[in-house]
Structures are given as C-alpha cells and as structure tokens.
C-alpha cells in the first residue's frame, strides 16, 4: 500500500498563479483532509471531507478550493496564489476513531 | 473552540534517559481524542499515540506512554531510554469524537537527543 500519496514535493508559483496540490489514499479512508505547517504555528485545518461529494471548510479556508469526486482523491485548489500561502501543505486520512495517516507534504513557496 | 498548548518549545534529553513533554487543552466535551505526532527532519508526520478520554488507562506504546489527567486537562508524552532517532518535533493534538475529522493542534516541541 502507498498510504497516501500527495504531489508535488516542492512547488515554486509566482503571485496571482493558480495551481492544484494533489492528494491520493489507497487506504479506502472515509475521512481527508488538508493542512498548512507554517514556524511556530502547527498545522492549521484547511478543508476536510467526510467522504465522496461532501466537503467544509476548516479554520483557514480562504484563498483554496477542494472537491471530493471519488473517495480516493481530495485535490486542494490555490485560486490565486498569495505570499501569505508559502507554507508546508499536508493531506491526511483516515477511519473512523483512528488517528490520521498522513502524507509527506508539499512545500510551497509563492513569490 | 477547542485549543491546545505546549508550553515548552525545546527540551533536550541524554541518551538511554527519559524525557517528558507536556501538553494541556481546552475543551468542554466529555468525549473526544488525544494525539500525539511526531515530526522527523523529513516532515513526515508519524502517530506516536492516541488516546480515547472514556479510557481511565494511559496508553502505552512501547517506549512511549501517555499520562492522561483529564479533570487537569492534561496529556503530557513520557519517552523512555531515549534514542538518537526520537528527536524531532512533537506535536500533540485534540480531536472531538463527534468531529474526529478535525485535528486541533499544538504549536509543538522541538525534542533533541545528546549522545
């Protein structure tokens, strides 16, 4: 099993540019989600989804979009990137009552 | 809104010896999760132990264990015959057991490992 599997590793973007992190589990996990590392700060709930089609946001949902089509794959959208977005991105999932696989992480820098 | 603090942003432990890391939150629900993460060099982030607040007992992960004080709030990581591979960032984290979907976490602590 790859557990789950988020591309790219490493991204540059230039201000204004749009992009999609991606997010795979082979794990059949009901529950994703989508958070930013930032120093000093942990990791901040972006959006999650408790299964196929049904998404909410988290505490710093602006500036990103997520659709859930099918239960393996949970795409986090940068509408426009912004500075203030340069952070480590980290998709996680998991079954219920279970803690949280997560991926490796995408750092992001916006310039 | 449920919070979680860490109040000690580095400790340093000698190998073989024990060190504790502390972490106390807020909630006002009766049920609900403890985590806690740990974060090598490689940003990985690696379940450590969790811990369900119905349980009286502390979990306990072979050199890892959890003292649960929930009427104190707390939930501090007891690492034992510490190793060279333990340092890395720790992070607790909470998680409603209604809302499990959401993890609330600490702002983390930077553990090192002297030889």
């Known amino acids: 099993n790859a557990g789950v599997t988020q591309t790219p590793k490493f991204q540059v973007l230039k201000t204004g540019q749009s992009m999609t992190l991606q997010c795979a589990q082979d794990m059949n996990h009901e529950y994703m989600s989508w958070y930013r590392q930032d120093p000093g700060m942990g990791l901040r709930l972006i959006h999650y989804s408790v299964g196929a089609g049904i998404t909410d946001q988290g505490e710093v949902p602006n500036g990103y979009n997520v659709s859930r089509s099918t239960t393996e794959d949970f795409p986090l959208r940068l509408l426009s990137a912004a500075p203030s977005q340069t952070s480590v991105y980290f998709c996680?999932?998991?079954?219920?009552?279970?803690?949280?696989?997560f991926g490796s992480g995408t750092r992001l820098t916006v310039v | 809104a449920q919070t979680v603090t860490q109040s000690q942003p580095e400790m340093s432990v000698q190998e073989a010896e024990t060190v504790t890391l502390s972490c106390t939150y807020d909630?006002?629900?009766?049920?609900?999760?403890l985590f806690w993460y740990k974060q090598p060099p490689s940003r990985q982030m690696i379940l450590v132990i969790r811990?369900?607040?119905?349980?009286?007992q502390n979990a306990t992960e072979n050199r890892f264990s959890v003292n649960f004080q929930k009427a104190a709030k707390s939930f501090s990581l007891k690492i034992s015959d510490s190793q060279l591979g333990d340092a890395a960032m720790y992070f607790c984290?909470?998680?409603?057991?209604?809302?499990?979907?959401?993890?609330?976490f600490g702002k983390g602590t930077k553990l090192t490992v002297n030889p």
């Open positions: 996680a999932s998991k079954r219920s009552f279970y803690g949280y696989t």
């Open positions: 984290a909470y998680a409603n057991q209604g809302g499990s979907e959401k993890l609330v």
């Open positions: 909630t006002s629900e009766s049920d609900y999760y």
């Open positions: 811990q369900e607040a119905y349980k009286q």
